[in-house]
């Protein structure tokens, strides 16, 4: 079983979410380091809002969340077998862990920052998003607040899967979020998992 934190704004409750899993192959007793790569087995979702309308800063957000309160947080694991040990397999308890998540602030990178106001990054259990979810709601200074909601009739898949970024571009327009996807199911970092060395006492 693996739980992300509901609230990811600090950087260590956000570091606190994510789940790296590697292995090492061929160690032998003379050697006294080996490479070691690691691939994220939760999912990371990112959301850009754009300047449009009342939000002409990111000083106009009161506040950002992901899911609602049937929203998974926890997730039973399986981790690989074989020789492709990449990336395990997850399941969602029906009476498990739920709740919204509060994302962590990203920086916004030179070339958004000309239509995005503010970014938000948050690691999430990999699963099937049900229609009628909300996925994310935003608070603006003047107590307004936004919800968008998957519509009940929706006929396409929403699914974050281990190892991979979704970044949705969020604008508040007539009064309702308009949320389109910018880019989905791209690997997250360089695509073959995260390299580094340590020392492994024998």
């Not at 992901?66 to 395990?88: C, H, Q, R, V, W």
């Amino acid at each position: 079983m693996w739980e992300v934190q509901s609230n990811q704004s600090e950087d260590a409750d956000y570091q606190a979410s994510d789940f790296l899993l590697g292995r090492i192959n061929g160690l032998t007793f003379a050697q006294r380091e080996k490479e070691l790569v690691f691939y994220h087995q939760i999912a990371k979702v990112i959301i850009r809002i754009r300047k449009k309308g009342p939000i002409i800063s990111e000083k106009d957000i009161e506040s950002v969340t992901i899911g609602d309160e049937n929203f998974a947080l926890k997730g039973s694991y399986t981790a690989p077998t074989g020789e492709d040990y990449k990336y395990g397999t997850w399941g969602i308890v029906a009476n498990d862990t739920k709740g919204r998540i509060t994302p962590h602030p990203r920086t916004l990178m030179t070339d958004e920052r000309n239509d995005f106001v503010a970014s938000y990054e948050a690691l999430v259990i990999p699963y099937l998003v049900d229609k009628a979810t909300t996925l994310f709601t935003i608070t603006l200074q003047n107590n307004l607040t936004y919800s968008y909601k998957l519509p009940g009739n929706y006929e396409g898949r929403i699914e974050w899967n281990s190892g991979k970024q979704y970044i949705y571009n969020i604008e508040l327009q007539g009064g309702r979020l308009d949320v389109t996807v910018a880019e989905g199911d791209i690997s997250w970092g360089s695509g073959s998992g995260v390299s580094g060395n340590g020392s492994v006492e024998l």
